[in-house]
């Protein structure tokens, strides 16, 4: 799917979207700021793309209304068609069934299910995994090509009860049927944990782990070490409401790829 090693996938936080409380009635404003960070975020050398309802809050906890969907769909269609690299799609706060709907009409290759299996405490409440309709849903609309990335311990949450890691780890891939796993820090932004990050590398040896929050130019060498790849939102930005600046993507992404070939 990625042409390089330790790919970047940028972040594309879409505006609230129609429906949501923070909708300001523009979808032709809405259209162009989204289409620009794309294309700060391409010129800026990343492996690929993924578009997420970041401003719709406060977030639905289960499956967001149909105008979300229809409305992701449209810009995630517009942006495949317009950059030719791998696109994600992540429909917070957890409807992985709307991603993976959104993913095949748009020809997407990829999505991110925050709780992909197991359960956690939330701001929206306690959240339950549902890997048994997504992928039921996956197969059903005969889209199996369509990679699912779940995270572990998903930022912005807390476990109900403490479990082993190894059994999220292992439940996560082989009982849940995630593709990838992602590690993230506490919430947006915020750096991994980095003991976590390796013992999640360590028990997914054959599968992608990827960085969900917190990677910058000061870290991404140093992450690179363990994590096969990045989601990178926050860095790009000078504020996580200003739009994608492309010099910080390309100082990024150039300190990665001569970091890594050494």
């Known amino acids: 799917m990625f042409k390089n090693i330790k790919p970047v996938i940028g972040m594309l936080h879409a505006p609230s979207l129609p429906g949501s409380c923070g909708f300001y009635g523009d979808l032709k404003a809405l259209r162009s700021f989204v289409l620009k960070d794309a294309e700060n975020l391409v010129s800026g050398g990343v492996d690929a793309l993924m578009i997420e309802n970041y ?3 406060p977030f639905v906890p289960g499956a967001v209304a149909e105008s979300t969907v229809a409305n992701l769909a449209v810009l995630a269609r517009e942006v495949k068609d317009r950059f030719k690299l791998p696109l994600g799609i992540n429909v917070l706060r957890n409807d992985g069934v709307s991603a993976i709907a959104i993913a095949h009409c748009s020809q997407a290759q990829f999505i991110r299910v925050n709780i992909l299996s197991g359960a956690r ?3 929206q409440g306690i959240i339950n995994g549902k890997a048994h309709e997504v992928l039921r849903f996956r197969k059903k609309i005969s889209a199996e090509n369509i990679r699912v990335f779940a995270d572990i311990s998903v930022k ?3 476990a109900l009860a403490q479990r082993p890691l ?5 439940e996560t891939l082989e009982r849940a049927g995630a593709d990838g796993l992602i590690v993230s820090g506490e919430s947006t932004g915020k750096p991994v944990d980095l003991d976590q ?6 028990l997914s040896p ?6 969900g929050s917190g990677a910058t130019l000061e870290n991404i060498l140093e992450l690179a070490q363990y994590a096969d790849g990045f989601i990178v939102g926050t860095a790009f930005k000078e504020a996580i409401d200003e739009p994608v600046d492309a010099r910080r993507v390309k100082s990024l992404v150039e300190k990665l790829r001569k970091g890594a070939l050494v």
């Open 55 to 57: 401003w719709d809050l």
């Open 206 to 211: 054959k599968n992608p782990v990827w960085i």
């Open 121 to 123: 405490l939330t701001d």
């Open 166 to 170: 190894k059994n999220e780890v292992e």
């Open 197 to 202: 990050l390796r013992e999640v590398k360590r």
């Open 156 to 158: 912005c949450s807390v």
